[in-house]
């Protein structure tokens, strides 16, 4: 009889846990088309990652477009209730009230939502420009090399996203290229391209439909894979394919925020290598006469040698 009711709990704990683990996953939210916001990859951890995203982009953020302000269901903004004069204890007590009635609907400016693969978060954004916001995070780290995260590598802005199949991305991309490089707009330009848990799309292939479409938009748009003016980044994971156009991305190091922060390596000086360069011609050059003349004097003390040797056996005989 124990046993029976043994096995019964051990059937009853596997129903609830598999039936919570359910419940969870179905209820996590994850990148979809339509959606805007910021591609972030880390080294292993992802917990740590959103939360050094958060504070980052928040710092940020209110240096931009200042706190981060809330609305009530009314449209009232926090701000405009406290300019109120009213009791303290009425003001909290509507404040609480304010927050059951309309926190589960508020939508914060920064909201963390699963990527659809391992280290990489999403980071949906509300009412901001991505592209700007980071590259303004990016500039800032590139000026100060003031190092403010440990596990976030990569930041890339997502200003479009559409369907990851190639008939869909190029119809996308039709339109959403359109402000960078259709006539009479035009500018030196490079893909990075990748794919994230997705097999059914060719990198070449993709890659150079693109490069197509650019030169169709304007024949005067051309490829630069050593500084080009502006980057189309292509992030593809599962069926969703994430977009954006970013400037300065080779100078900020693929958007690294790693990498951006460390010292840039000096280029050697042109001018002093050159001096070098002749410098060292020059002694060859000196030492090159040097020898000559040594292998003439030698050639010419030969003779005087052998006759001095001659005179001496002829003084003996």
Known sequence: MSAVSNDAKKRSKKRYAAGHHNKRWKGSREL??????ILITCNMNERKCTAEAFNL????????????????????????????????DVALKKE???????????????????????????????NLEADKLVHHILSDLHTTKKKKSRVILRMLPVTGTCKAFQDDMVKYLTTFLEPWFKTPNCATYQIAFKARNSSHNKRDEIIKSIAG???????KNKVD?????LTIIVEVIKAVCCLSVVKD????????????????TPKPDVTTAKT?????EQKEKHDAEEKKKDEEDTDNNVPQDKQEADKDEGDGE
Do not use: H, W
């Not at 979809?32 to 916001?37: S, W």
């Open 276 to 280: 070098d360069t002749n410098t060292a």
């Open 249 to 264: 991305y080779t100078l900020y190091r693929k958007y690294n925020v790693q990498e951006v922060v460390k010292e840039d």
């Open 57 to 88: 982009l928040n710092e940020y953020a209110d240096k931009l477009c200042g706190p981060e302000k809330f609305q009530d269901n009314n449209g009232s903004s926090s701000e405009d209730e406290e300019a109120e004069e009213e009791d303290v």
């Open 32 to 37: 979809e088309v339509g959606m805007q916001g």
């Open 96 to 126: 609480v009230a304010q927050l059951k009635a309309s926190g589960a609907k508020q939508e914060r400016r920064f909201q963390a939502l699963e990527s659809g693969a391992n280290n990489v978060i999403f980071i949906k954004t509300k």
């Open 225 to 229: 894979l050593t500084n080009p003016e």
């Open 213 to 219: 479409l650019v030169g169709k938009l304007n024949p």
